[in-house]
């Protein structure tokens, strides 16, 4: 039987107090399950500004989307996750990536490394996390029982693996990391491998992890060409068709939207999607449709 549907908003732009909470009520009424924080240099801090999101909002949980781990040590990331999950009322989930983007850490005076070294350091950090915070002389104690749920952000074979063994939600890019923190999509085919991967690599597990999926650009429209333009120059060996293909681009009328979302759950099985916040008010509308619609698949016959 397939996971309910679950919605995330990536909200990514700083904004005073007043602005920060409006914005966080908005997702709330729009009727997103979590309200997600990133972890870039000149976005907001994630940890105080998820505290201000769960204290605007009464539903949805708070995550991050996902923390640079080469900003992090795991014994103070420690205390930040758990002072979060209590000052949240335990709606903290943690999400946990290498890091795509070296301008940052140099900005920051913090070492950059080879991938293979970046996803070494993302281990020795999920694996101490977990084994600080399962210490029953840890303070503060966490409020979630047995732990803060663990979402893991990537795309090749030994972050697949990562994931495999920790996570408890799989995130997947549906992008590869170029020279420059560029990120450049994947097309379905080549996401069919990765999550193949991940099922094989993860087929011991005791219990499934949840599948994620980061959305990249929602546009509701009855004219996909013209609508697809603008994304042209960003993507240069792409065609108008690939562009409109990839399955982290939601282009078309509202009832091919929710179809593809329907699909592409069938195909790989996410159900956890996440937008980034220009595209919060695009996405509610199929977010209401696949609401209503799971709400009638629920009801009894009446015969």
Not at 264 to 273: A, I, P
Request: charged letters at 25%; hydrophobic letters at 45%.
């Amino acid at each position: 039987m397939a996971r309910p549907f679950r919605f995330g908003v990536n909200l990514m732009s700083p904004a005073p107090a007043g602005e920060w909470r409006a914005k966080c009520r908005r997702a709330e009424e729009l009727g997103y399950d979590v309200i997600l924080a990133p972890d870039h240099l000149g976005a907001p801090a994630p940890f105080p500004a998820l505290v201000a999101a769960a204290e605007a909002t009464e539903r949805p949980r708070v995550g991050t989307f996902v923390l640079n781990a080469g900003f992090w040590n795991p014994a103070l990331l420690a205390r930040e996750v758990a002072t979060t999950d209590a000052l949240t009322g335990g709606r903290l989930e943690l999400g946990l990536g290498t890091g795509y983007v070296q301008a940052e850490h140099e900005t920051a005076g913090l070492p950059w490394g080879s991938p293979g070294e970046r996803v070494d350091h993302l281990r020795r950090t999920v694996e101490e996390l977990r084994r600080i915070l399962d210490s029953d002389a840890h303070q503060p104690q966490l409020v979630q029982k047995p732990r803060v749920p663990l979402l893991i952000g990537g795309n090749g074979d030994r972050m697949l693996r990562l994931t495999a063994e920790h996570a408890d939600i799989a995130a997947f890019t549906a992008a590869r990391t170029r020279d420059g923190g560029v990120l450049e999509p994947i097309t379905a085919e080549e996401l069919d491998e990765r999550v193949a991967l991940y099922r094989k690599l993860a087929a011991g597990r005791a219990a499934p992890a949840e599948l994620n999926l980061l959305i990249q650009i929602v546009t509701v429209t009855d004219d996909r060409g013209a609508a697809i333009q603008p994304w042209l120059s960003h993507l240069p060996h792409l065609t108008e068709r690939q562009i409109l293909d990839l399955p982290i681009v939601l282009v078309g009328t509202l009832e091919d939207i929710v179809e593809r979302v329907r699909a592409q759950q069938e195909r790989y099985g996410f159900s956890y999607l996440t937008v980034l916040e220009p595209n919060m008010e695009a996405f509610a509308p199929v977010i209401a449709r696949l609401r209503r619609a799971g709400e009638s698949s629920d009801r009894p016959d009446r015969a």
